[in-house]
């Protein structure tokens, strides 16, 4: 193996720089759609990892723990690792390499450019779920009706959900301090990563948490973390189920009784005491603390696998400390998760409001739309459609028929001068283009009102012609007010307005 160790050396270095080149050229392609460019990104990440992978193992064959490629290196030089002669040397490597070729007599050299198409060409396999329409919206009905079912959520409506799940820090304390929060903190986080990872597999992940954890702790030791600030830290920054009660507000076990059940059971859990039996042994049992410290207290009051060391003092508070600030991580990352997939997330919005507003006749027909557009899509990428005949496609994607085509005359073409010698392919089409924005708005670049004069004139000379006529038989038959309007005097004669107003300026009438 080690004679070949140089050779390895080299392949690894070619791939690497192969792979490289063809990063960059596959990034200089412009994707026309959001499914291409999701694909063009999946094949540089597949790239890109075989990239660092190859680069893995060329740096274990250049740490030579063994010592094998010293010794290769030193055989090219004439010297060899038993001190034989170097005609010896050269003959036992001649010797490998025609046992290798025995061996694997159909080794076929690959064609590094066939290689190249076969990864530019590859479609990867990526699974979207049907409300995520191949990366464009978030799925987040699971996670919606975990929300809603809590504790610390509120019955709401989903689209009223995507606007806050991405502020967890808003929630008020108290109503997620459980262990039920953490758990649904940890499904949303595990899902926006899911969903991150699968539309920009370019972006590092591990890098950008990386910062988000370093800044965390910046503000965590400051006291500045929104929602866990250093006043609330006095406390312990603990979840309810962790977080007993203020005793010295209570005098009484009757008073302990008024706050519930709930309450008290969670309080008794905080100090690792039994939780079981009626309300008023429970606070019995946690009213016994108000004066006693748990270490002293009966082991039969405690649960099984708590002990009041271990409950009590400062190991309470650092585990309860411990606990708020990972839930605080978390939340940390989401939110960073939430800036990055905002755009994502204002057009899933946008997408449920929209579908609210639709009937399911009508959710059905733009769901079957958008099937037969994806089809005629794969359709377009997978297959060339044969048209030999350059015929135009019709409303299914296809070519029409040839006798419809020679029906109505498609093969003619009509070009007009006016709309700046654009065509036009059969007789329907012509006559119709003068009444559209086109032809219009070539006719006012003229200065020619778009009238039915100009029908069926398409050249810019003509038009101008037939104007200019136009505007000659108006200024014939156009009527003249100096000429042929007439005013009446006193004594009831009958002049022009031009001659009524020459003798009135003349005093005579």
Sequence with gaps: MSSTLLELTRSGHEEVERLERLVVQHLQTDPATSKDRLYQSLRVRNMIDQISETTLKLVEIYEDKDSSRKDEIGALGGQTATGTNIFS????????????????????????????????????????????????????????????????????????YLDIFSRPHKIPRKQKRTQQYKEYLQKLLEYLVYFFVRTEPL???????????SEFEEQWNHGKVEGWEEEGQENGNVPA????????????????????????????????????????QRAKRLFLTKHTPLEKLDKKHFAKGSHASERNGSSTVLHQDEYA????????????????????????KENIVKKQALTFEEMEAEREEEEEHAEIESDDEEQQIYNPLKLPMGWDGKPIPYWLYKLHGLG??????????????????????????????????????NTKNFNEITSIEEARHLWEKIQEKQGVDKWRPDLEEEYEDREGNIYNKKTYADLQRQGLI
């Excluded at 839930?327 to 204002?346: G, P």
Aim: hydrophobic share 35%.
């Design 412 to 449: 003619q073409e009509f070009k007009c001068e006016i709309c700046g010698n654009h065509s036009y392919w059969g007789r329907r089409a012509y006559e119709r283009h003068f009444k559209e924005w086109r032809h219009q708005h070539g006719m006012r670049c003229l200065g020619i009102p």
């Design 203 to 213: 972006q590092d992940l591990d890098r950008i948490f990386s910062k988000v954890t």
């Design 325 to 348: 600030k990972e839930v605080a991580l978390l939340e940390a990352k989401v939110i960073k998760l939430c800036d990055l997939l905002d755009d994502t997330i204002v057009g899933t």
């Design 89 to 160: 040397a050269f003959y036992d490597r001649l010797k490998e390499i025609r046992d290798y070729h025995r061996r694997h007599p159909g080794a076929l050299v690959v064609d590094i450019n066939e290689e190249h198409e076969a990864l530019l060409k590859e479609e990867p396999h990526i699974e979207f779920t049907g409300e995520e329409a191949f990366g464009r919206y978030l799925d987040m009905h699971e996670l919606y009706n975990e929300y809603i079912n809590s504790k610390f959520g509120e019955p709401i409506e989903y689209a009223a």
């Design 241 to 280: 189920e962790l977080t007993a009660l203020d005793l010295d507000y209570y005098s009484s076990v009757e008073e302990l009784l008024e706050i519930g059940q709930d309450r008290l059971k969670e309080a008794l859990a905080a100090l690792g005491l039994k939780t079981g039996g009626t309300v008023q």
